[in-house]
Structure formats: structure tokens, C-alpha cells
């Protein structure tokens, strides 16, 4: 049977096409495991958590004990106490008859648990368990943030630390490490339980160890997947370019790497633009498979939009990132901050605080905007007259600039200042959006956006247009930026490029001229 990209549940190394993951899951047995660290794998949702718990099971086996536990559907645990050890002796139970143990071992950890105290003999079935097991015992628990916010789970991460506790001094025997995997780090739960209230550091889970394995994948480990696909497909493609392009969207982010690559596989090829293999793995197929992805109902984007809405703190940061061009400086221990790193939404880029990838910005872009929308009267213009700005199929970006400029000046000639500062870029993208949806992408160049400037990259059918958006301020500095958008289209191979100034003096001079430098040209349109 062929392999496939999964993008639901474990990935299975013979059933799936996978980034080898043998560094990693050998990094966390040395730097973990054998030494008996309890630790979070806490990291943002289907960034491949329980497929690393599987991997490490598979290789812990050839020398300890692994009792691997989901707490996925198991919200009957935590109605009490006396259920949640029951249940738990039962769970575990069942996955040391999985593993064919001494049957005396089985009997004296199957014996009835108290009513009265309930987690005393839970704690001491597991010390008689690992006292009594030939080999050291692992206790792998996914999913730990299910029922996260229930006491009864801070009693039992209590009941694990005390115990490891008195392991380290020798007073008691218990599981040699402990890995539990979710989204939430177990400090912030309270965070999880009460989004807007102040922020408590109070977890039992004090003792773990900080979990730094970088899970993403890099360049290397994508070519190596999509070498894997191409030895059995051959469908030519360039894998180092390809992989650059991936990461380049995804940052790494697991889920969206092997989604683009199955979008590929399973849904550009075939279609009527790219009716072979070999045809959807060029770069016009990659970014028909970006334009697939972004219209794409999936669970991480609804958990993204649900995030979203939870904090709404979170929600005004990102938009004063995204369209203002605000920088804040990255400090983890702010909660906000470390909200955002925790859901995979930010990162850390030279010391301020960034949308994690190319992918997660571009569909927050496009979720602030139809809030806007429904609004805002700039699509449905857009919309009505779509149909112009094309020529023989191809986007014709001069006079999607030159209707923009038309329109700006009718409708903003008696906004003020401020209003015009924060709010003319979004309102560009809001007329772009409709115009290329549905044919192209579009982009922000991160590394260009500041308050007084903003790079969109629009891709359309194999062209690419480049296009500044920026704030006047004098002659001087918009020479400057001529100047940087010419250096730009070098960097990009381009011959033509767009800029669009918004300009606040009284006496300004608007308009739509071209500026020629070296064979290059720039189309400068100032409101």
C-alpha cells in the first residue's frame, strides 16, 4: 500500500510520509528521559504531540516499562477522587496487559481502592508497582489539558510531584519519569480557566523540567520527506527549493507542512490546471496549494479564531502588529506574550515579538478584514467591478492602483489625520483582498513592516507585484524609500514595483507619476 501525508491522529512511519524525528526522540531520552526528569511536551495544538509520544514509547520499550495514557474523553475521571484512582488503576491496568507482565505484579495492582482514601492508596499501589518491576517505569499521559482545570487533576499532579520529591530523597519509590503532553504549559492552567482574570503561577507541577526540544520541522527535515515521496512518485520537483518554500509559509509548523504537502498530493494534482503529479509540484501548484489551504475549513483555524476571541487582549496586539506596524518587545513572562507563544500565534524575532509564520498571518489577516467588511462598503466596490482589472486572465496591478487612488481620494478627503495613519493601509488591503481572492495570494513581507512602512507580496497565475505601503515624511525620507523599493525589486528579480504613499501635509501634492532607475520602474501613487 502507498504512503500518504496525514494530518490527523499519529503518523505511523510505514503508512505515512514523515520528517524523521530520530534526533529528537533521542535528544529527549538523553536529555530527559535517563535522567528522570518529569516534564510538559507543551506545544501549540497538532504541532505533533502524540506522535512524538508514540515514537518515544517505540523506542523507551527496549528498556523500560511505558504506561502511555490519553486523558482525551475521559472527563468521567474527574467527577471525584475515589473515581479518578479507580479509573486510573483500570487505565493503566489495561496497559500492563498489553505488555504481558508478571502476573502477581497484575493482581496486587488490580486490588480495590479505598472510598475514604482514595489518592493514599493510589500512592501506594504505584510505589508497590515500580518497587516491584523489573524495569524502571515511564508514565506517558496526552492530552493532559482535557480536564486541565479540574482540582482533581492539580491532586494528582500533586500526588506526583510529592512522591517524586521523595524519590530524589530516598524515602519512596515511584515512576522514574513522567511525560505529560498538551497544548497549555500546566503553569499557566489557571489561565486556561479564567482568560480574563489575573494571571496565578500556583501549578503543583513546579518540578518539571523545562521542555526545550525545538519540535518545528527545518528545511532539511521536509527535503527529507519529500525525498521519501519522490523516490516512489518521481515527479521531478526541485526538493531544496520546495522545502525553502514550505518553511518559508510554515515556519515549521508541523501540521501545515504535511497539509500543503497533502493538498498537493491529493488535490492539486489531478485538477484541471495541474493534471499530472509533476505538474502540481512546481511553484505554480505550491501556491494553488496555499490558496487551497488558506479557504480551507480546518480544526486549527477554528481553534485559532476561537483563541482569538477568548483573549481579547491577544486580539488587539495582533492587530496593532498586523496593520499599524507596532513593535513589542518579546518578554515571555508578560501573559499576553506568552498566551500567544503558547497557542503557536507568536514568536520571538530579534528580540520583538512576531506572527509565528507566513500562513497563521495571512489568515488573521483575512479574518480581521471580513470582520471589516461587513462594515465597510470598500469590497462590494471591489467586487462590482472585478472584472477590469483583468486582461487575458492576468491582474493588471497599474489600475488596481490608480481605482484604489481614485477611490481614496473620494472618500477620505475629509478624514483626519490620525484616522488616515492607522487606517489607509487596511483599507488598501481591503479593496486588494476581493479582487485577487479566490486566483492569488498575498502576503506581508515581516522583515519591512514598521509603522511608517509595509510590503505586500501578491502572487497571481506566476506574477509577482510588489507593492510599499508608507507614511510621508518629507522629500528626503521618500527618496529613501524609492530608493529601498529599487533595491527590493533586485532582490526579487522584478522589473516593475508599486508604491503607495499616504501623505498628511496640507499642501500635498497627489497623484500617480512613474519613476525610472537602471531599467526598473516604479509606479508611485501619493494621496
Known sequence: MSKRFNVTGVCIPKLHYMVNMKDRIDQIITEYVKKGDYFTINRARQFGKTTTLYLLEKHLKQQYLVIRLSFEAADELFCSHAIFARGLIRSIRRELKRQEIDPQLLQQWEQPISDDFPFQDLSDRITELCQNSHNKIVLMI??????????????????????????????????????????????????????????????????????????????????????????????????????????????????????????????????????????????????????????????????????????????????????????????????????????????????????????????????????????????????????????????????????????????????????????????FLLYLRPIINGAGNYYIEAQTRDHTRTDVIVDYRGRRFIIEMKLWHGNAYNRRGEQQLFEYLDYYKEDTGYLLSFHFNKNKKTGIHEIQLNGKRIVEVVV
Not at 471580513?370 to 483583468?390: K, V, W
Open 142 to 427: 496526552d492530552e493532559v489539558d482535557k480536564s486541565s482545570d479540574n482540582q482533581i487533576f492539580l491532586s494528582f499532579l500533586g500526588l506526583l510531584r510529592n512522591k517524586y520529591l521523595d524519590q530524589r530523597q530516598e524515602q519512596d519509590i515511584t515512576f522514574h519519569s513522567v511525560i505529560l503532553a498538551g497544548v497549555y504549559d500546566i503553569k499557566n492552567l489557571k489561565q486556561k480557566l479564567h482568560p480574563d482574570a489575573e494571571p496565578k503561577y500556583n501549578s503543583p507541577w513546579n518540578i518539571a523540567a523545562d521542555f526545550t526540544v525545538d519540535m518545528s520541522f527545518h528545511p532539511q527535515d521536509i527535503a527529507g520527506m519529500l525525498s521519501s515521496y519522490e523516490e516512489e512518485h518521481h515527479t521531478g520537483m526541485d526538493i531544496h527549493t520546495f522545502s525553502q518554500w514550505i518553511y518559508e509559509y510554515t515556519d515549521g509548523y508541523p501540521y501545515m507542512v504535511s497539509r500543503i504537502c497533502m493538498l498537493l498530493d491529493e488535490q492539486v494534482a489531478g485538477s484541471s490546471d495541474f493534471p499530472e503529479k509533476a505538474d502540481a509540484w512546481t511553484k505554480d501548484g505550491f501556491l494553488a496549494a496555499i490558496r487551497l489551504f488558506l479557504q480551507d475549513p480546518n480544526t486549527l483555524f477554528d481553534d485559532m479564531f476561537k483563541k482569538i476571541e477568548e483573549y481579547p487582549l491577544l486580539k488587539e496586539r495582533l492587530k496593532d502588529i498586523l496593520f499599524c506596524g507596532m513593535h513589542y518587545a518579546f518578554e515571555i513572562t508578560s501573559p499576553i506574550i506568552s498566551i500567544g507563544v503558547m497557542f503557536g500565534f507568536l514568536k520571538n524575532v530579534n528580540n520583538s515579538v512576531a506572527i509565528a509564520n507566513r500562513i497563521f498571518e495571512t489568515k488573521m489577516y483575512n479574518m480581521f478584514l471580513s470582520e471589516e467588511e461587513l462594515t465597510n462598503g470598500i469590497q462590494p466596490l471591489a467586487q462590482d467591478g472585478r472584472s477590469q482589472f483583468f486582461v487575458h486572465g492576468m491582474l493588471q496591478m497599474n489600475l488596481v492602483m490608480e481605482k484604489f487612488y481614485e477611490y481614496y481620494e473620494e472618500i477620505c478627503q475629509n478624514s483626519n489625520e490620525k484616522f488616515l495613519e492607522h487606517e489607509g493601509r487596511r483599507m
